[in-house]
């Protein structure tokens, strides 16, 4: 072999060597190419002009911007039937200047108490009632996904200067509720009037969504199916209001719908008071890790996830779902606890959300699939599983 080489010209082998590497490069290329196609599900292309129907594309609305001043945009998927949901995302708490000087990114190890940035979180649309496999009966649906990266539960229009864990003085941004209404005035005229509309929000989305409700509802003003659906948002705080009015500088309206230490609670009997043609959905896990965690912060100042913090959390649910059933009795509830938090020996916590994981295409409660629940919801079909975990629960304690 070595023989043959050295008869052939120099110019002739490095005309192959050239050749050779340009064949890499360009099947390198073709592989990146195609990578980067919107068949990938963690790329998407920006919305420009008319959407394709089932692609998801990124948003960017002028002027909105998450906590730590980066940029945000939201998240939009054209769907072939004329039905929508507004899904507003979660992501973590800034209550207080401590829980505002304490996000994830500057601690990601330790707890830390809410997102900062939108650039990592956009695969979170795509996942439960945002895939489009055979599993879920929202495939066809439009979205309009709406990333939380505030801390104010998507209400606010304030900013707050502080110096944070790492010691670097910031401007806070809770600007959730400018974000929201800004992508919703860039996608809003895409989707026409639906037939159907479910507004839904996952943890500190679900807080969100059971304020926004009654004012995403207002932008179709044609469509009488609506149904609100909050997954795992339930938080215990003598002073919501003040938070909501002061901290969080949230819009009049909205604000003046907290008026108890139950901020969900506040704007479901808001709703339901002002629409009482919506259909309202409220499921949550019984002993649910991450609500629990900050229901602990809250009664002691540290974010405990251990079986105290589950106890309190438990007694809470079952509160919260009495009260539900009394203002609001035509509600539907899906409340499980199948699945713990971790694998752990002795876990006594149990799974938060549902909504956007893979167990949303599962059982949790006897043998109803949790997305055909809100599916029977959204054809009028309102039913309740579970209760008996929280019933039980109020005959114990009696």
């Known amino acids: 072999m070595r023989a043959l080489l050295r008869r052939i010209p120099r110019r002739l082998l490095a005309a192959v060597g050239i050749l050779l590497a340009a064949l890499v490069l360009m099947m390198g290329a073709l592989i990146y190419r195609h990578w980067k196609s919107i068949e990938n599900p963690y790329n998407f292309p920006t919305l420009k002009g008319e959407p394709i129907i089932g692609v998801w594309y990124r948003v960017y609305p002028e002027g909105t911007v998450s906590a730590d001043g980066s940029g945000w945009h939201g998240m939009f ?35 830390y108490y809410y997102d900062t940035e939108a650039k990592l979180r956009d695969y979170q649309a795509t996942w439960g009632f945002g895939n489009r496999e055979a599993y879920t009966p929202f495939r ?4 309009v996904a709406i990333p939380y990266t505030t ?13 944070m864990v790492n010691g670097e003085t910031r401007t806070v941004r809770f600007h959730g509720y ?13 989707v026409g009037s639906p037939e159907a509309l479910l507004i839904t929000g996952t943890s500190a989305g679900g807080f969100g969504a ?6 995403v509802a207002g932008r179709f003003p044609e469509t009488e199916n609506v149904t609100l659906c909050l997954d795992s948002a339930l938080l215990r705080k003598p002073d919501w209001p003040e938070t909501a009015r002061d901290f969080w500088n949230a819009p009049a309206e909205i604000a003046g719908r907290v008026t108890s230490d139950n901020i969900v609670l506040d704007g479901l009997t808001a709703l339901h008071r002002d629409l009482p043609k919506v259909k309202i959905l409220y499921t949550c896990s019984l002993r649910d890790a991450e609500l629990a965690r900050f229901q602990a912060y809250v009664d002691t100042g540290e974010g405990r996830r251990d079986e105290s913090a589950g106890d309190i959390f438990q007694e809470s649910l079952t509160g919260m779902v009495a009260d539900i059933r009394r203002e609001i009795p035509e509600a539907g509830f899906y409340i499980w606890d199948c699945v713990p938090f971790s694998e752990e020996e002795g876990e006594t916590l149990t799974r938060h959300t549902v909504l956007v994981s893979s167990y949303a295409r599962e059982a949790l409660v006897g043998d109803k699939v949790f997305l055909d629940w809100i599916c029977d919801a959204v ?19 009696a």
């Open 140 to 143: 066809d649906w439009s979205i």
């Open 178 to 190: 400018d974000n929201y209404e800004a992508m919703m005035d860039e996608v809003r005229d895409l």
């Open 77 to 111: 998927r054209l769907g072939a039937e004329n039905k929508v949901v507004v899904y507003f995302y979660g992501g973590g708490l800034a209550l207080d200047p401590v829980t505002a000087a304490s996000p994830y990114s500057l601690d990601p190890e330790n707890g």
């Open 151 to 163: 801390g104010d539960i998507h209400i606010g229009r304030g900013e707050f200067e502080c110096t």
């Open 379 to 397: 054809e009028g079909n309102v039913e309740s599983y579970g209760l008996e975990l929280v019933t039980e629960e109020q005959e114990n304690a």
């Open 210 to 215: 059971s304020l926004l409700a009654e004012d």
